[in-house]
């Protein structure tokens, strides 16, 4: 099977400009997830949907960040503006609800 | 709130010998537990989770891991390491109050040298 495909895989911009992120997950799994990675640390949960539905959005800074899934499958993870400390990895991953997640090799953003 | 502490930041091992990268958990209830690897610039992979049964789980590459509950440890073993072994790993714990997402250790560092 296909895995889970993310665009851009890097992505430079300079501070208070704005940036979007893709994922298309498995087909077929109904749960996706958005991760940030910060350089020497593990991933942090930023976004859950459930098919289309946003069921945990609680670590998501929605000052400046938004995200989306439309029809419940591909996604789009938006910056607006970014800052200097939004620079890190986003991972989206997904999974058919009870299975392990299944990992994108992320968007390397730095802001400048 | 479930977590997982990684205690080392890197683990050095020679090729050919047994190589262990630790985990301890905190968990209301019973864990799910799980172990990724990240090579470089590429997402995290699966190698293997613990839910329920037998103390020591098997999963890819040769890589097994043993579940302690008196010591909640959740250490990740393989008999004999393989340079292409080098990598992170991470150990994550099902967080009960989002679903099945995971919450991450910071990542161990494994360096096998030839």
Redesign the interface.
Known sequence: EAGVVQSPRYKIIEKKQPVAFWCNPISGHNTLYWYRQNLGQGPELLIRYENEEAVDDSQLPKDRFSAERLKGVDSTLKIQPAELGDSAVYLCASSPSASPLHFGNGTRLTVT | AQSVAQPEDQVNVAEGNPLTVKCTYSVSGNPYL?W?VQYP??????LL?YITGDNLVKGSYGFEAEFNKSQTSFHLKKPSALVSDSALY?C?VR?S???????????TSLLVTP
Do not use: T
Not at chain 2, 97 to 107: D, I, P, Q, T
């Open positions: 799980f990724y610039n590429r997402g995290l992979q699966f989770k991470f994550a967080d109050n989002s679903g099945y997402a995971l919450n991450f250790g910071k990542g």
